[in-house]
């Protein structure tokens, strides 16, 4: 006789029951959806979807089970189970996460479990619940434990769900046993390992800007290494159960906790409002979160960069702790103990060190931790020997570093200076002084910067943490054999640089420049570190000034020497200027991955060298001459074949040397020393082909990054409003334009190169894309099309370019008449919105100005143009009304653009 089940499985609709188990699937995140809209906690949300899920797992495989004889039923249930493992055994379910299952089986009901297994996957494909699952014996799950540890800390997790308990516990007993009790210390280095290798793939700081709120350092999976490692030492896991262990402090269970339960609400929100797996922290999602939460705006600070600095107090007090939890649970081995025995000794009557930590002596912990001098001295002692404090210690100081006054003594600020006069430790040791809040104590702002956001697309860190990497960078270059090694390891004074790059950043945050406000925090640390009067001077120039080498480099002709000459005399001494030269470096190579380039490197390394000789009258490195010579070498060594982007160009004859070297002399220092031998190669290749009316455009594309290059080489036949137009059809045909650069060489040919995203396309690019884009572009130069009309064809509906500017940043155009002899300079700094480089562009075409050199960067919603421009007759604009004309017109042009000139680039 059929029992119940069978017989309706069997009369039903298959489709119905089909979309019956995807209705209770829903069903439970819905229940989940409404307990989070009731604001439970993250804990509370994951157990509802946990329960509901085990729930429904459950159901599947007893409906399966139904089709059965009474015997077979009764020989599954005694002899096999459903066991969670992973986040499903945690009871850690967010509202899409993938479902973890071992199917756990023994004795004679192997086959036939196997089979009702098999259905049950099913069951589940079907009902669009992802499911990880595994069908195992104990003896199966073990050996493959001792394999793999990602399988490992799976089945620490285990819970049983269904069936056997007997036979689960012969699994957990066996399996600790077997696997994790007579090898605690390779299991737990092997956790350790894993976990600094998924970092490295997914974040390795806690204060990255789009963190994964599971994988990222801070992020959820610490807690779950926490737990595996607790589990290894104690046979225990839980945060409270670790608490009442006494392996946690209760002040720490309770971060752990309100931590844990903040980001599993962030994590439920992010899959709920994708509709499927979501766990990277986006900026749009900060942003949408930042709305949702209402987060107030504080002068100087965006109400999104108050909600993640919510977050990274968080992520930070996990990564803390947990931090603490491995370095005092890594067991060492026979030897390095034996090891440690002969190499600890005494130092300071107090302090014992080894060869990779020191501690203080137990009947001494009171005294060292409870003053600021002593503390200082350990650590000025562990910069010495290159170790860092133990574990153990760090948490006693940072515990007692809250009752400390704040008050700097001479003593303490001179052995804070020696420290921060040492270079290859400072790094580590300026870290553990910043987790212990000993920082804070002697550079009080350092406590408004902690996971302080910087929300653009510029910097990939906080404030505090891209300090602590500045500083990091800056001592690197005691091993560095290049210019910049050479600047920075002869230096004397290397703790005002330091300090400098300590405070260069903590300005941000308020309504004024944080250059600014800056110098008023320098002033202040000055008094509170009692530097002398010229060291003083020194220190506040550098934080004052620190962005100034930079955008001089980087925004200027720094072959002119109305550029270089001005700057060198406001750096005032060659000391200052190799000081501001490794601060500059260092500040960038502290933004991000990638960020510091070898075109960087020489802009900046060629200003030193220039402001060096003015100074000193002795070259840094090399003459400018020598340096251009070598380009021009490399690009006579690489004339031919050329191959531009894939696809070469027409062969022709080879060019003599001198032919070569002719067409070099065309190119302005400021071309050759930006562009690429190679490119250039190129470029003369082209040259050497055009007719006088014709226009070159080639598109390049990057494989690796996605950007493309458009390269535009036009006559002076035709490259009146070069600049407007090529922008104009950019936009119109919706490519985003992260940078442009325009040359022009003697001959009056411009050379433009604009470098774009084409966000219509994920992945490479179609050549027929490309040939669109430059057909275009030619259309647009011949005068064959207008911009307008373009945008009309190609401006799809429902296009959005009407989003509020979020950096909050105003409008600022500013005319610079002395850096350049022969142009004037004029920077606009703006929101950025699809067609405003046409519009800039076209303003500038109707006041009559010839471009000839122009740079253009986008930072995340706010652009930086260069520009610099001669009258129609290639001479200066000195005339002071035209002027104020021209900025007038631009400040006006800009402001209709915002109003409602961009919406005819929509619809």
Not at 293 to 310: A, I, N, S, W
Not at 440 to 447: S, Y
Not at 750 to 778: H, K, M, P, Y
Request: hydrophobic fraction near 35%.
């Amino acid at each position: 006789m059929n029992s119940p089940v069978e017989t309706a499985q069997s009369t039903d609709d298959p489709l119905k029951l089909l979309e019956a188990k995807r209705q209770k699937i829903q069903a439970v995140r819905e229940r989940a959806r409404k307990l989070f809209e009731r604001d439970a906690t993250g804990m509370q949300v994951a157990s509802v979807i946990s329960d509901g899920t085990d729930a429904f797992l459950v159901g599947l495989f007893l409906d399966a089970l139904g089709h059965h004889s009474d015997s077979d039923r009764k020989l599954i249930a005694e002899s096999s189970a459903l066991v969670a493992l992973g986040g499903s055994g945690r009871g850690e379910m967010s509202p899409y996460s993938d479902s973890d299952l071992m199917f756990l089986h023994a004795g004679p009901a192997s086959e036939l479990f196997t089979k009702i297994t098999s259905q049950v996957v099913r069951d589940c494909w079907d009902a669009n619940v992802k499911l990880g699952h595994s069908v195992r014996t104990i003896n199966e799950a073990i050996a493959l434990a001792k394999q793999e540890t990602e399988v490992t800390t799976a089945l620490i997790e285990a819970r049983l769900t269904w069936g056997s308990e007997l036979l689960f516990e012969q699994f957990q007993k066996k399996f600790y046993n077997r696997v994790i009790r007579y090898k605690v210390r390779p299991f737990v280095e092997a956790c350790i390992t894993a976990r600094e290798e998924e970092r490295k793939e997914y974040g390795t700081t806690v204060s990255q800007l789009e963190p994964d709120i599971k994988r990222s350092l801070g992020g959820l999976r610490d807690i779950h290494l926490l737990r595996w490692i607790g589990y290894a030492h104690y046979r225990i896991r839980g945060i409270d159960s670790l608490r009442r262990h006494g392996t946690l402090t209760r002040e720490d269970a309770r971060l752990l906790t309100d931590a844990q339960n903040y980001i599993m609400r962030l994590r439920h929100d992010l899959h709920f409002h994708a509709n499927k797996e979501q766990d990277v922290l986006t900026r749009d999602e900060q942003l949408r979160l930042t709305e949702q939460r209402r987060v107030q705006e504080k002068p100087g600070q965006r109400p999104v960069e108050r909600f993640m600095q919510e977050y990274f107090r968080h992520s930070g007090a996990i990564a803390n702790i947990t931090q603490q939890f491995v370095q005092v649970h890594r067991r060492k081995t026979v030897l390095y103990n034996m090891g440690r025995m002969f190499t600890t000794h005494r130092a300071n009557r107090y302090l014992k060190v080894g060869h990779d930590s020191i501690d203080v002596l137990p009947k001494h912990v009171d005294k060292v931790t409870c003053d600021l001098s002593e503390i200082l001295r350990l650590y000025r002692s562990a910069a010495l020997y290159g170790v860092l404090p133990t574990p153990k210690l760090v948490d006693t100081i940072r515990k007692a570093a809250e009752q400390i006054p704040p008050f700097v003594s001479p003593t303490s600020a001179q052995l804070f200076l020696d420290i921060m006069r040492t270079s290859k430790p400072l790094g580590p040791i300026l870290r553990s002084l910043y987790e212990t809040g000993i920082l804070d104590i002697l550079v009080p702002d350092v406590t408004r910067a902690r996971g302080l956001l910087q929300f653009n697309q510029y910097h990939s860190y906080t404030v505090d943490e891209h300090t602590l990497r500045a500083v990091e960078a800056a001592t690197a270059m005691d091993d560095d054999d290049g210019p910049l090694g050479a600047a920075y390891q002869p230096l004397k004074q290397k703790e005002i640089l330091h300090l400098a790059l300590l405070l260069h950043d903590l300005g941000k945050g308020f309504e004024k420049d944080h250059s600014d406000v800056g110098l008023q925090i320098a002033e202040r640390i000055t008094q509170r570190l009692y530097l002398s009067e010229q060291d003083a001077k020194v220190l506040k120039f550098l934080v004052h000034k620190h962005l100034l080498m930079s955008h001089l480099a980087f925004r200027r002709d720094i072959s002119d020497p109305k550029v270089y000459v001005p700057f060198s005399h406001q750096v005032g001494n060659p000391k200052t200027l190799r000081m501001l030269y490794v601060l500059s470096a260092a500040d960038l190579i502290a933004v991000g991955p990638k960020t510091w380039t070898d075109w960087k490197a020489e802009l900046l390394s060629e200003l030193y060298d220039r402001a060096m000789v003015t100074l000193s009258g002795k070259h840094h490195s090399y003459h400018l001459k020598e340096r251009i010579q070598r380009i021009r070498d490399k690009v006579i060594s690489s004339i031919a074949p050329v191959t531009n982007g894939g696809r070469t160009s027409e062969e022709s004859s080879i060019p003599s040397e001198q032919i070569l070297n002719e067409y070099l002399d065309r190119f302005s220092p400021q071309y050759l020393i930006h562009t690429a031998p190679y490119q250039i190669a190129a470029d003369i290749d082209v040259l050497r082909q055009m007719k006088p009316h014709d226009i070159i455009v080639r598109g390049i594309q990057n494989e690796e990054t996605g950007i493309i290059e458009y390269r535009v080489i036009v006559g002076p036949q035709n490259d009146k409003g070069c600049f407007y137009k090529t922008t104009g059809t950019l936009s119109a045909k919706r490519l985003e334009i992260l940078s442009a650069e325009i040359s022009t060489n003697d001959d009056g040919v411009a050379i433009d190169s604009f470098r774009v995203i084409d966000n219509d396309f994920e992945g490479l690019v179609s050549d027929q894309r490309l040939e669109e884009t430059e057909e275009a572009i030619r259309k647009s130069l011949l005068n064959e099309t207008s911009v307008p009309e373009m945008f009309q064809r190609n401006t799809r509906y429902g296009q959005s370019n009407d989003a509020e500017p979020i950096s909050g940043l105003p409008t600022r155009v500013s005319i610079d008449n002395s850096s350049s002899d022969r142009a004037t300079i004029i920077d606009i700094f703006c929101h950025d919105r699809l067609g405003l480089l046409y519009t800039i562009g076209l303003k500038l075409h109707k006041l009559e100005l010839a471009l000839t050199l122009a740079k253009i960067s986008t930072h995340f919603d706010q652009v930086v143009d260069v520009f610099y421009v001669t009258d129609e007759t290639g001479r200066k604009i000195t005339d002071t009304e035209r002027l104020n004309h021209i900025k007038q017109e631009l400040y006006e042009t800009i402001a209709q653009f915002e109003r409602e000139g961009y919406l005819q680039f929509v619809r």
